[in-house]
């Protein structure tokens, strides 16, 4: 555990800060997420080159309503990236990192997915790579990209204890190496967190760095696909929809997740929430607005130290 500790200058300089900063906010230390950006856009740009997004013109800067929150996006294009597109928040109580990379069609390579919430009191994160395919039914896929990832998995989920029950169709979208935790905010958890990030970040690029283009349009299809079902998974059912509402209102939320955080779910294909998760549609036709139908699962994490998925088989979907 020791080697996962930041240079002790870090940690210096860290806690200086920190305590310059606790005259004015007793209850919380201050978190940044912008290093972790920073360090994301340096390491990409040192394997490939990268060119702004036409979403960055549209999106970049936002107050809150209530002018006291700041919204913070960047967004990028690249030879085998879709986009890779960033979110901040900064707000007196809250910083929020919603960072994700999504491959060309070309390319089955997992979606880099990094989430995470900090409050005064408590912290939740998600970081991944998320599967683009089903990897708890088809060994092929998750041998290709996981295999050799489990132990960089075990290192992390033994320092951040699984976060409970989540939506049990999430699992589908998580991989054998998922961090998802939640902690009481602390200096050394938001090093490890980093160090977490760079390292996950750093594997994402060497997969899709080393992967080939697909020249079978038909496995192009389903890669476009699987983009699509996630991309309509989250823009309905992020369960950051709620924050946002609150800071830029109903409508400035809505155009936020659909045309750039999920950017591609009106683009990539034309099947509906319902399509693809047809046990969230009422009798009646209508979209189910619970949170979840499945319901709340996996108390515990669901893979062993091999990366076997231990949870009961999940329903197709
Ligand atoms: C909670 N965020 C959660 C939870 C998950 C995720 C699993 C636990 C509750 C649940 O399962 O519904 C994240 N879920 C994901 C991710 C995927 C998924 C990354 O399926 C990918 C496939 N979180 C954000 C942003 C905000 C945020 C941008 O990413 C705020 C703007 C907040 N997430 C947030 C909050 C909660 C939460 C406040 C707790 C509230 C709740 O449980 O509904």
């Known amino acids: 555990q020791r080697s996962l500790l930041p240079p002790l200058t870090t940690v210096t300089t ?20 912008h290093k972790f950006v920073d360090f994301a856009l340096d390491e990409t740009r040192r394997h490939t080159h990268l060119t ?5 013109e549209k999106f970049s800067f936002m107050n809150s309503k209530d002018g006291k929150g700041r919204l913070s996006m960047i967004s990028f294009q690249g030879a085998k990236i879709r986009l890779l597109r960033s979110l901040i928040i900064e707000t007196e109580t809250m910083q929020v990192l919603d960072f994700a990379v999504f491959p060309e069609a070309e390319y089955d390579v997992p979606i880099f997915c990094a989430n995470f919430f900090t409050s005064a009191k408590t912290n939740i994160v998600v970081l991944d790579l998320n599967p683009l395919h089903d990897i708890i039914n088809q060994h092929e896929y998750k041998d290709k990209y996981f295999k050799s990832l489990i132990p960089l998995g075990l290192k992390y989920t033994e320092l951040f204890p699984w976060g409970g029950k989540l939506s049990s169709e999430s699992i589908k979208f998580f991989s054998p190496i998922v961090i998802w935790t939640k902690f009481t905010s602390n200096p050394q958890k938001y090093d490890i967190l980093y160090s977490a990030f760079r390292e996950y970040y750093k594997v994402w690029l060497e997969l899709i760095c080393k992967s080939v283009k697909e020249t079978d349009e038909s496995q192009t299809v ?30 400035l939320a809505k155009d936020l997740l659909r045309s750039f955080l999920f950017n591609g779910v009106d683009e990539l294909g034309s099947k509906t929430f319902n399509d693809y998760f047809p046990h969230y549609c009422t009798e009646e036709g209508t979209l189910n607005k619970k949170s979840n139908i499945v319901g709340k699962s996996f108390d515990n994490r669901p893979w062993n130290a091999r990366g076997e998925f231990l949870g009961k088989p999940i329903l197709e979907l």
């Open 52 to 56: 702004s997004s036409p979403l960055q």
């Open 222 to 251: 389903l890669n476009i696909e699987a983009q699509h079902r996630y991309l309509t998974w989250r823009a309905v059912k992020d369960p950051g929809q709620g924050v946002l509402k609150k800071l830029i209102g109903d409508t």
């Open 14 to 33: 860290f806690t200086r800060d920190w305590r310059r900063r606790r005259s004015t906010c007793i209850r919380c230390f201050s978190v940044s997420y």
